[in-house]
Nanobody, 119 residues
Framework: QVQFVESGGGLVQPGGSLRLSCRAA????????MGWYRQAPGQQRELVTW???????EYTGSVKGRFTISRDNAKNTVYLQMDSLKPEDTAVYYC?????????????WGQGTQVTVSS
């Protein structure tokens, strides 16, 4: 059974930092490209960063230079270090695997973790 459990969100002031974690179960984690997605209120869920099985990472323009994705295959866990946070980063953050054509691989989603950036 595929399962994703996200954690680490919270309320932070602009310019602050958070580290998110996502533990996966029921997938061959080390063989998958893993991504972090976010969904802001009233908006569609979007992919913001991903990391391949060979640890190559990519970022969308809005988070490049501020966010860092990493993975620990021994723990089936993907991390997201978020620095220099901005109010527009406020969203629920999710993880999932990413297909070769940049789609969402699994239909199952976790509960997500809320990130709120506000003074």
């Amino acid at each position: 059974q595929v399962q994703f459990v996200e954690s680490g969100g919270g309320l932070v002031q602009p310019g602050g930092s958070l580290r998110l974690s996502c533990r996966a179960a029921g997938i061959l984690f080390r063989f998958n490209t893993m991504g972090w997605y976010r969904q802001a209120p009233g908006q569609q869920r979007e992919l913001v960063t991903w990391i391949t099985r060979t640890d190559k990472s990519e970022y969308t323009g809005s988070v490049k230079g501020r966010f860092t994705i990493s993975r620990d295959n021994a723990k089936n866990t993907v991390y997201l270090q978020m620095d220099s946070l901005k109010p527009e980063d406020t969203a629920v953050y999710y993880c999932n695997a990413v297909t070769t054509d940049m789609g969402v691989k699994f239909d199952t989603w976790g509960q997500g973790t809320q990130v709120t950036v506000s003074s």
